[in-house]
């Protein structure tokens, strides 16, 4: 059977970013050479055994209360669990000196959720038939942005400035400011922070000159890596709360990607429409995720293990991934983005004779996958030929993995590089 689709139905049928790369992905490790590949595409959450020790405490905890049937048996609020938003608003007002209201606060299924919900409530075409815009300041962001608004015409990002120190090859992508307009077309502004797949973290500066040229109109930031949980920051960051800012959070790389929790915080008026959103859509957030995290966020531990082990563990990645690349990559304009945050690295091979999918290509013949840098410039209207030379490296393998997919990454560098010469 083939149905018939409409407008909104074609959109969202089809894979977006590195969705679709997945799926080439699949195919290759369920081939008969799977167990050869060190893959290093993954965006999955290394299983830490103190993380997963956190949420097995948590859940035996629920499971020996009263609560147990209420939380997992019956319906709950739109907004959230009572006590994941109590505890939420506790920490927050606790470690950031603000004063959060219940009404400030939503729990959604996933922070991708979240993005969906302020994509089609705040970008789109008005009920006048203005077409409101979804602005990502800087460009690469999140491929899953991609993917978020009925209407991709009204995504629009913005090509950066780079910040590139030659000699060390290491770079850093900044806003470009004389570029980036917030208009009456502007209908909300959306960036990572720290920002999936580069890494990079936006200033205090940089981000609250933001939030002042969007003073009219809501800034989400996708803080799904940032403090205090799962506190994926390599570099000092504060969260910015601005009155106009809404802070989008999740507990996935925090050790709960299945359960799908996201958090959002901001002005009560822009939360009210997302949660109206989001009852018709699917009423709310598993309960049994937001229940077990209330417990890890309301004892401190969630925090804490951010901290002392989830942090440390991928900060360790990157570093194997820094010194592998310094000590093998032959004398050409590679770049590694600035170790800032999240879970992965990012790499510009400046002039590369071919395109990032032929690359990509070519280094699974050596047994490595990694992610081409192309669908992470979602809303970049023109061409860029930097877009073209970027990949994506995940930190969730070995350490002893993936400094031998460096070395291959290095030897296929040098072997490109040499032939396009």
């Given at each position: 059977m083939?149905?018939?689709?409409?407008?909104?139905?074609?959109?969202?049928?089809?894979?977006?970013?590195?969705?679709?790369?997945?799926?080439?992905?699949?195919?290759?490790?369920?081939?008969?050479?799977?167990?050869?590949f060190?893959n290093?595409?993954?965006?999955?959450?290394?299983?830490l055994?103190?993380?997963?020790?956190?949420?097995?405490?948590?859940?035996?905890?629920?499971?020996?209360?009263s609560?147990?049937g209420?939380?997992?048996?019956?319906?709950g609020?739109?907004?959230?669990y009572?006590?994941?938003?109590?505890a939420?608003r506790?920490?927050?007002?606790?470690?950031?000196?603000?004063?959060?209201?219940?009404?400030?606060?939503?729990?959604?299924?996933?922070?991708?959720?979240?993005?969906?919900?302020a994509?089609?409530?705040?970008g789109?075409?008005?009920?006048?038939?203005?077409?409101?815009e979804?602005i990502?300041?800087?460009?690469p962001?999140?491929?899953?942005?991609?993917?978020?608004?009925?209407?991709p015409?009204?995504?629009r990002a913005?090509?950066?400035?780079?910040?590139v120190d030659?000699?060390?090859?290491?770079?850093?992508?900044?806003?470009?400011?004389s570029q980036?307009a917030?208009?009456?077309?502007?209908?909300?502004?959306?960036?990572?922070?720290?920002?999936?797949?580069?890494?990079?973290?936006?200033?205090?500066?940089?981000?609250?000159?933001?939030?002042?040229?969007?003073?009219?109109?809501?800034?989400?930031i996708?803080?799904?890596?940032a403090?205090?949980f799962p506190?994926l920051?390599?570099?000092e960051?504060?969260p910015?709360?601005?009155?106009?800012v809404?802070?989008?959070?999740?507990?996935?790389?925090?050790?709960?990607p299945g359960?799908?929790?996201?958090i959002?915080?901001?002005?009560?008026?822009?939360?009210r429409?997302?949660?109206?959103?989001?009852t018709?859509l699917?009423?709310?957030?598993?309960?049994y995720?937001?229940a077990?995290?209330a417990?890890?966020i309301a004892s401190g531990?969630?925090?804490e293990?951010?901290?002392?082990?989830?942090?440390?563990?991928?900060?360790?990645?990157?570093?194997?991934?820094?010194?592998?690349?310094?000590?093998?990559?032959?004398?050409?304009?590679?770049y590694?983005?600035?170790?800032?945050?999240?879970?992965?690295?990012?790499?510009?091979l400046?002039d590369?004779?071919?395109?990032?999918?032929?690359?990509?290509?070519?280094?699974?013949?050596?047994?490595v996958?990694?992610?081409?840098?192309?669908?992470?410039?979602p809303?970049l209207?023109?061409?860029?030929?930097?877009?073209?030379?970027?990949?994506?490296?995940?930190l969730t393998?070995?350490?002893e993995r993936?400094?031998?997919?460096?070395?291959r990454?290095?030897t296929l560098?040098q072997?490109v590089?040499?032939q396009?010469s």
């Open positions: 083939t149905p018939a689709l409409t407008q909104f139905g074609q959109q969202m049928s089809h894979l977006t970013g590195v969705r679709a790369i997945m799926k080439d992905i699949i195919e290759t490790l369920q081939s008969g050479q799977s167990a050869d060190i290093l595409s993954a965006g999955n959450p290394v299983i055994p103190e993380v997963e020790q956190l949420w097995r405490d948590c859940t035996a905890e629920l499971l020996a209360s609560d147990y209420e939380v997992v048996c019956r319906y609020s739109s907004r959230g009572e006590p994941l938003i109590e939420i506790v920490d927050f007002n606790q470690r950031y000196g603000l004063s959060l209201q219940a009404e400030n606060i939503l729990i959604t299924p996933g922070s991708q959720s979240l993005y969906f919900l994509a089609n409530a705040f789109g075409y008005t009920t006048a038939g203005q077409l409101k979804i990502l300041p800087l460009s962001d999140y491929t899953g942005y991609g993917g978020v608004s009925l209407y015409e009204a995504l913005y090509q950066p400035t780079l910040d030659a000699a060390a090859h290491r770079f850093k992508y900044r806003p470009d400011f980036l917030i208009t009456e077309q502007t209908g909300f502004v959306l960036f990572s922070r720290p920002c999936n797949p580069t890494g990079n973290v936006l200033t205090d500066s940089e981000v609250k000159r933001i939030t002042s040229l969007a003073a009219n109109v809501p800034v989400f996708d803080s799904a890596y403090p205090p506190a920051n390599f570099t960051m504060t910015v709360l601005t009155p106009n809404v802070h989008g959070m999740s507990l996935s790389k925090a050790g709960l359960e799908r929790v996201g959002a915080l901001g002005d009560a008026a822009i939360i429409v997302l949660e109206s959103f989001q018709n699917c009423i709310h957030s598993s309960r995720g937001q077990i995290a417990k890890a531990a969630l925090g293990i951010s901290q002392a082990v989830i942090r440390p563990h991928y900060r360790q990645k990157f570093a194997v991934i820094e010194a592998t690349l310094d000590e093998t990559m032959p004398d050409v304009p590679w590694l983005h600035r170790a800032e945050g999240s879970i992965f690295a990012w790499l510009w400046q590369l004779p071919m395109d990032d999918q032929t690359f990509y290509q070519a280094l699974k013949q050596y047994g996958i990694i992610v081409p840098g192309s669908p992470f410039f809303g209207r023109d061409d860029w030929e930097h877009k073209h030379q970027c990949f994506r490296i995940s393998d070995t350490a993936l400094a031998i997919a460096i070395r990454l290095a560098t072997k590089y040499g396009g």
